[in-house]
């Protein structure tokens, strides 16, 4: 007989499955960390995907059925290649992702430290990037009557902590983007959303981990007791760009944990014994 402690392993959990047949979907940055998942899981959905990242050695490396463009998102010539390719080749465009991102270590910094190059930097990628993508999409989405843009926040755009005076403020803005994107184009057929991740596995992340604290820290800030994995982001995205959620739109996702519905005030979590093997912590 199972012991009521037990039976929770044994219960079903359930499933929900996608199917993107036919749709044209482009999602910067996408070629490693929380863009790569979301590509192949479109991919894996029957979706066409074009990943739009500058990175062409990891272009190269992607799984067959997602075609690759050099894009440098802070350049609005390579944004409207991109999507004019695109639309041309395919027929349309019904899914745009805005997920390229950079996060420098040397960003982690009080502002007034901050060099202005690197302000300059993760304003031109992480702010007009998702503008300038969103320049030459949306006419396309218009003419169609349909379309749903994807803003990948941050955790960071909700709250925040010292040092983070960058990355932050500028997360917070692609929530208000689509916000602001979702109110101008609902009656066009369009659907604007962001998700804001809390930490996940990404080479992003673990390039700041010294910078947050550690990854055993950063994971046990989420009441989960982990941090996230980039599919997790990823079925957020499907669900989200997909018919199930036709009446969402100017709205954000937290996946995250559980990490904004902890007061900053609070006590931590008890650290996990270093010896513990059983993998539920990051």
Same mark, same amino acid.
């Given at each position: 007989?199972?012991?009521?402690?037990?039976?929770?392993?044994?219960?079903?959990?359930?499933?929900?499955?996608?199917?993107?047949?036919?749709?044209?979907?482009?999602?910067?940055?996408?070629?490693?960390?929380?863009?790569?998942?979301?590509?192949?899981?479109?991919?894996?959905?029957?979706?066409?995907?074009?990943?739009?990242?500058?990175?062409?050695?990891?272009?190269?490396?992607?799984?067959?059925?997602?075609?690759?463009?050099?894009?440098?998102?802070?350049?609005?010539?390579?944004?409207?290649?991109? *999507?004019?390719?695109?639309? #041309?080749?395919? %027929? @349309?465009?019904?899914? !745009?992702? &805005?997920?390229?991102? $950079?996060?420098?270590?040397?960003?982690?910094?009080?502002?007034?430290?901050?060099?202005?190059?690197?302000?300059?930097?993760?304003?031109?990628?992480?702010?007009?990037?998702?503008?300038?993508?969103?320049?030459?999409?949306?006419?396309?989405?218009?003419?169609?009557?349909?379309?749903?843009?994807?803003?990948?926040?941050?955790?960071?755009?909700?709250?925040?902590?010292?040092?983070?005076?960058?990355?932050?403020?500028?997360?917070?803005?692609?929530?208000?983007?689509?916000?602001?994107?979702?109110?101008?184009?609902?009656?066009?057929?369009?659907?604007?959303?962001?998700?804001?991740?809390?930490?996940?596995?990404?080479?992003? *992340?673990?390039?700041?981990? #010294?910078?947050? %604290? @550690?990854?055993?820290? !950063?994971? &046990?800030?989420?009441? $989960?007791?982990?941090?996230?994995?980039?599919?997790?982001?990823?079925?957020?995205?499907?669900?989200?760009?997909?018919?199930?959620?036709?009446?969402?739109?100017?709205?954000?996702?937290?996946?995250?944990?559980?990490?904004?519905?902890?007061?900053?005030?609070?006590?931590?979590?008890?650290?996990?014994?270093?010896?513990?093997?059983?993998?539920?912590?990051?």
């Amino acid at each position: 007989m199972t012991s009521n402690s037990d039976t929770s392993v044994l219960r079903p959990s359930g499933r929900v499955t996608f199917d993107n047949t036919g749709r044209v979907v482009i999602v910067t940055g996408g070629c490693s960390g929380i863009g790569r998942a979301i590509c192949e899981s479109f991919a894996t959905s029957g979706a066409t995907v074009v990943c739009a990242d500058v990175d062409t050695i990891g272009g190269r490396q992607l799984p067959e059925g997602i075609e690759f463009r050099q894009c440098d998102t802070s350049r609005t010539d390579d944004c409207a290649s991109v *999507v004019g390719w695109t639309v #041309e080749r395919f %027929g @349309g465009l019904d899914v !745009l992702v &805005n997920n390229a991102a $950079i996060q420098p270590k040397d960003s982690y910094r009080p502002i007034h430290e901050v060099p202005v190059d690197v302000w300059d930097g993760v304003i031109g990628v992480n702010l007009s990037g998702y503008t300038f993508m969103a320049m030459s999409a949306l006419p396309h989405m218009r003419q169609q009557h349909s379309g749903v843009v994807v803003n990948i926040s941050s955790g960071q755009g909700h709250r925040t902590a010292r040092q983070v005076g960058t990355y932050g403020p500028i997360k917070a803005a692609n929530i208000m983007q689509a916000r602001q994107w979702a109110v101008e184009y609902a009656r066009d057929g369009i659907r604007v959303v962001s998700v804001s991740p809390g930490a996940i596995d990404t080479p992003l *992340v673990r390039a700041s981990l #010294e910078q947050q %604290g @550690g990854g055993a820290a !950063l994971a &046990n800030r989420h009441p $989960i007791g982990r941090i996230g994995r980039p599919e997790e982001v990823a079925n957020a995205v499907l669900w989200l760009s997909g018919p199930d959620a036709s009446f969402v739109t100017g709205t954000d996702l937290e996946v995250d944990g559980g990490l904004g519905a902890l007061g900053a005030f609070a006590d931590p979590y008890p650290m996990p014994n270093p010896t513990d093997s059983s993998g539920s912590h990051a």
